[in-house]
């Protein structure tokens, strides 16, 4: 009888730690990747942008409007991160969310870039991926999942969007848990 007990007292007890496992992972933050949402767009020409072009490729998938100061301060390092990783299947999407077109190409006319530009003056797009305010930035794996998503652009946040970038343009294979943060 002791050993049916004390069996009974270990099932009991094993249940009670995956319980408590489960319920701690998923409050840590951490969860399966979500798929990034399709989006079809406008480019710089009139034709049309879509994620699914770039199956198998990193995007760095970056939502401005010429009015947002850091959204303004972005682009040079954007360019840069282009030139670095283009050639490693690095894709940057710059997802421009004025109305007024005129806009946007008075300051592209300036910036220089040689990254994919498109257009989304009705903002479907930023309303998929929840964005929050701008600039904001989407990080998406070659798998066609969200690898980070945040919110803002300083220097700071230039080192850790490079080393996300690094890491998956090298990587063989994709984490299995991603971080969401703002």
């Known amino acids: 009888m002791a ?3 004390e069996r009974i007292v270990f099932l009991i007890f094993s249940r009670i730690v995956l319980v408590m496992s489960f319920i701690l ?3 840590s933050g951490y969860s399966q990747p979500d798929k990034a949402p399709e989006f079809e767009i406008q480019d710089l020409d009139g034709g049309v942008i879509k994620l699914s072009d770039y199956n198998g490729k990193v995007v760095y998938l970056d939502f401005w409007a ?8 972005s682009f040079p390092w954007m360019e840069q991160m282009y030139q670095k990783y283009g050639s490693q299947d690095l894709a940057i999407i ?3 969310l004025d109305q007024d077109r005129k806009l946007a190409d008075r300051f592209l006319a300036q910036a220089g870039v040689h990254f994919i530009i498109g257009f989304d003056p009705g903002g479907i797009t930023p309303l ?6 701008m600039p904001s930035s989407v ?3 070659r798998d ?7 919110v803002g652009f300083n220097q700071h946040r230039q080192k850790e969007h490079e080393a996300s970038i690094e890491a998956l343009v090298s990587a063989a294979h994709q984490p299995l848990l991603v971080e969401k943060r703002n």
């Open 3 to 5: 050993v049916v007990t």
């Open 25 to 27: 992972f998923s409050l």
């Open 66 to 73: 010429s009015w947002c100061g850091p959204c303004k301060l």
């Open 94 to 96: 710059a997802v421009n």
């Open 128 to 133: 998929a991926y929840e964005i929050k305010g």
């Open 139 to 141: 990080i998406i794996n």
């Open 144 to 150: 066609g999942t969200i690898f980070s998503q945040r």
